[in-house]
């Protein structure tokens, strides 16, 4: 039985191939204490009133280099006090192109379905993955159809004006349309032989040596060559588990994964969780996924703040602090996604990870990128042992969102969550200034 749902299809309908026109809507979503709601309230803090003291450190840094830092947006979230979260920002609510940071929506929405059908069988007491995949598409059409003796709530009074008609988006009083990707085909995302207790992501147990040649195979070709081997022909991204390409996306920063990713999720199950966490705020905008990374693939644009993908340093930090605090998903899942984020060692190249892959067998996907945050902090004064998990973004210009773990030479640890957007194409010093402001201004208020 296939299960590719139109997202716009009769209640409990399944479709195997066809693509609606469907809506987008704005689902309901399970957290650990219910819907999410806003990501602000379930971390304890509001941006629309700072930390004074935290503000006031990085106001100095800011008016000490009004060329560089004054013209970077960037936003912190301190976690060092462990149930507390105070935040800053520079620039914070600006909606930004965040090139490949805009991948970790996908993440979002992949872990958050995931959490929501487990909830759901659960509720329901369903022990079949067939039985689920049904009930699914039936709460999913229905979200199509809202009642219309409800009347709409007004999430953004001013053009264009943005409501909900129960779970339905209203853009100027008409029903978002999506024109790309819109049903789930579950069974391209999950292992239904492994059963629903628990979901699992369908995989072909690809080990990081694996996925690091697949993301590089010009390495691969040219160790080939240099020992005298067949070269292996290069591998066809679409085609691999669904584990095994999210990894690639979010930790290697693929730029093929993404769309056979979405392809699977649908567009409006990337963008609900957006909507209903606060991540992408009806106001300012913020994170927002509209386009696959190849061309003529864009789905529609943000509703707010403009551009196909874009976001905003505060939804950044906001969603990274929510991985940390695990104030999403469950603590699994949230350990599972922030193994993706995490940077591991430099990977030196030209290594034959094929003679002794068990040097990295315990390695993490995002081990096989960089962090310009995690280079800026290396070697400031005091600084200590550093964990850092982070998804870098390069396109005509440099972002970072990270998480930082900082032992400090004192023996204190900071931990922080930390974005910097706007930063122009081969100015990283910019980008670690802003990084370096942040930590300092971390320790002065700590």
């Known amino acids: 039985m296939s299960h590719a749902v139109?997202?716009?299809?009769?209640?409990?309908?399944?479709?195997?191939a066809p693509r609606a026109h469907s809506r987008l809507v704005m689902l309901e979503h399970d957290g650990p204490a219910g819907p999410l709601g806003s990501l602000q309230a379930a971390l304890g803090f509001s941006a629309a009133a700072p930390d004074a003291a935290l503000k006031a450190e990085l106001d100095r840094a800011v008016a000490a280099d009004p060329g560089g830092l004054g013209k970077t947006a960037f936003a912190v979230l301190d976690l060092t006090t462990p149930g507390a979260a105070r935040y800053a920002g520079h620039r914070a609510t600006i909606p930004f192109y965040p090139a490949s940071i805009g991948k970790v929506a996908i993440m979002f929405a992949a872990f958050q379905l995931r959490h929501d059908l487990m909830a759901l069988a659960r509720r329901e007491g369903i022990t079949d993955f067939d039985a689920l995949a049904d009930r699914a598409a039936t709460y999913w059409a229905a979200a199509q159809q809202p009642d219309p003796a409800v009347p709409k709530t007004v999430l953004r009074a001013s053009k264009p004006e943005l409501a909900a008609h129960e779970q339905l988006l209203l853009i100027d009083g008409k029903p978002a349309r999506i024109y790309h990707y819109d049903r789930v085909r579950l069974e391209r995302i999950f292992d239904k032989s492994a059963g629903i207790a628990p979901l699992r992501f369908k995989?072909?147990?690809l080990g990081f040596h694996q996925l690091y040649y697949i993301e590089y195979p010009a390495e691969r070709r040219d160790l080939d060559a240099k020992l005298g081997r067949p070269v292996v022909p290069t591998t066809d991204v679409?085609?691999?588990?669904?584990?095994?390409r999210l990894a690639l996306t979010v930790g290697f920063s693929n730029n093929y994964g993404p769309r056979a990713l979405v392809a699977d999720l649908g567009f409006a199950?990337?963008?609900?969780?957006?909507?209903?966490?606060?991540?992408?705020?009806?106001?300012?905008g913020g994170l927002w996924l509209g386009n696959a990374y190849e061309k003529g693939?864009?789905?529609r644009g943000a509703p707010v703040g403009g551009g196909a993908t874009t976001a905003t340093a505060l939804s950044l930090v906001t969603l990274m602090a929510a991985l940390f605090r695990e104030v999403v998903f469950d603590p699994a899942a949230c350990a599972e996604a922030r193994r993706l984020l995490h940077k591991g060692p430099g990977i030196p190249i030209g290594v034959d990870f094929d003679a002794d892959p068990a040097a990295w067998a315990g390695a993490d996907a995002g081990a096989g990128t960089t962090s310009f945050v995690l280079q800026a902090l290396r070697g400031m004064p005091g600084a200590g042992a550093l964990k850092v998990h982070s998804k870098l973004g390069i396109y005509k210009g440099t972002c970072d969102v990270a998480h930082v773990e900082h032992r400090l030479a004192s023996g204190r640890t900071l931990r922080y969550a930390v974005a910097i957007l706007d930063v122009p194409d081969g100015q990283h010093a910019r980008l670690g200034a802003a990084a370096r402001a942040v930590d300092e201004a971390v320790r002065a208020v700590n």
Do not use: I, N
């Not at 679409?238 to 095994?244: E, R």
């Not at 199950?269 to 300012?284: A, C, K, N, W």
């Open 6 to 16: 139109a997202a716009g299809s009769r209640a409990g309908a399944l479709r195997a």
């Open 203 to 205: 995989s072909d147990g």
């Open 238 to 244: 679409s085609k691999l588990g669904f584990a095994d």
């Open 269 to 284: 199950l990337v963008t609900s969780p957006l909507l209903r966490s606060g991540l992408f705020d009806p106001e300012h």
């Open 297 to 299: 693939k864009t789905f």
